[in-house]
């Protein structure tokens, strides 16, 4: 059987589900860390297990340069080389060429550019990235599309949407069909609602395993985003599963749930942790503050990860003003388990018909007035 | 009771024992890992425990700058900010200052010196480094002594050796008794067999817990570590425990401990780890080297830490050419839990009385002809 998702409840537009993959089953809503090059950033696999994470994200851009995709499938693929055994999604990589690659040449058939690591020059087509992601051996594969850049006039993001759903349809074509392995198609438009309908359309028509929401947390703020999920989600195929990319803080999670999404991915948590910035039950908190030094208390007395079981908030401030390597280490292991908090919580309370009452008070420890 | 140690066997002059502390008891021969700033780099403390390390080594003179002993002190103590459960031993400061501080003034009473970090002024007699250690809560408290430079002329290593053991019997009386903790005297005499033995005679007429031998390699070189070893280990009192301070290597540690010592400390595991150079059971390897890209098989098959359980050699390279923080992390994990099974090693073999067949095996792995 090909890769799906089952619902097991919804309320209101909220989702919980799970989707059976070739590598396990996921609960969902998920938020899925992400594993740029191969490795969730200053966490082991056997720690970001701990947190209670199902699914890791790959990313192909960083992955075809180094280690490339021939050699990580010479080696038995990337859940083997990563020791993750779950499922992986992989992106299709068009998002990292725009964003990171030096000089690049958009065509109609892919794009051209230099690798941002030594300026070799490479080239990624919708059969190319599919191929790609099938040598990484990624359980769920996304379209290569492009991710219209924000702002975009309705001309500009029209032509964009449209040569992503034609590179869809070649991605469709490309891949290979093997059990418990999926491909998702990905809805573009910017904040246009006429094109996201024309998106979903044209998706739809073709027919994936899921479909993705791509183009948001580009620089339009939350405002816009949730508009635009509020115009697409309810044109979505209610039995597949529905993945915001990029997204995002727990705010957008929290709201991105109410409006029907069950996948996430976003490296928020991980690069927050790097720089300091720890995500709580009880908000935002910047560990480099001086504030910190002489506080006996746990980061968050409700988790249970072990930068907050073993150790007080001086301790972690300590290990960032000394630039100890263990302070990013523990604070991105805690940002990744209080994520998997979040989804956790939002699933129990679509289980129970609770969701609005426990979505709300989340929202309100997250921005204390 | 104070700290001890008891002997369990001994096998020519090498010696498997335990040592009784505070929290808890530690068998000898034992690798202590490097905790300089209150952290194992690059390690979490379950990681450390998960080795099999029992005790660790804390810096005076890193942790006096930052947090400052008071801070820890008011946070519970090291064991409680470091999550670290088991005995712990602290150095005295004086190698720190001596080789990491700026401008600094030594006189008879002690040592003023600059911060590295920030330039402020700061002062060490064995007075204040036995408080500082005190209110660190060391396990294993370190006599406050100046390690002599090499090279050195009799005269000088002279001199700075009868200056450390009128410091020795300050910190004596300065030490506080409580039960399971204890101090140890420090052998300097640079590699001038009878300031070795002056430097023996002077600390066995105060009296110590413990006997650590200093000044060694600091250039000397093997050969000369092992032959002061030899003209001094046999002058410590047999019933105490003896730590060499600051080594070393996998063969230094053997050698070692062929001759009469329990306990060692050095920055080299972790260090290397760092900087993707590994300690294995078939000697030194660089995973930088591009031999190890398409290499499937695991660092060390000997070896359960995750580095060598769940990865091949070419993820581990992979990480270092991305300057991945888990390249590090996993790499400092190998090179502790490789240290610890050779003491373990070691330990086993001068119980069953094969000491001498043991270690010259692991030597010859160690250096392939």
Redesign the interface.
Known sequence: MTLHWTAAAIDGAARAGTLHTAHGEVPTPVFMPVGT???I??????AVRSTGARMILGNTY?LML??TAE?IA???GLHK???WHGPILTDSGGFQVMSLAGLRKLDADGVTFQSHIDGSKHRLTPERSIEIQHLLGADVTMCFDECTPFPATEEQAAESMRLSMRWAARSRDAFVARPGHGLFGIVQGSTFAELRAESVAALTAIGFEGYAIGGLAVGEGQEAMFATLDVTTPLLPADRPRYLMGVGTPADIIGAVRRGIDMFDCVIPTRSGRTARAYTSAGQLNLRNARH??D?APLDASCAC?ACR???R??LH??F??E???G???LTWHNIAYYQQVTGTLRAAILDGRFEAVATRLEAALDPA
């Open positions: 090059a191969g490795t950033k200053a966490m082991t696999a056997d960083h180094r280690p050699r010479r080696l038995g080389f990563a020791d030094a002489d006996g072990p073993n150790h007080s001086a301790y300590h290990l003003k000394c100890e390597m263990l990013p280490m523990l």
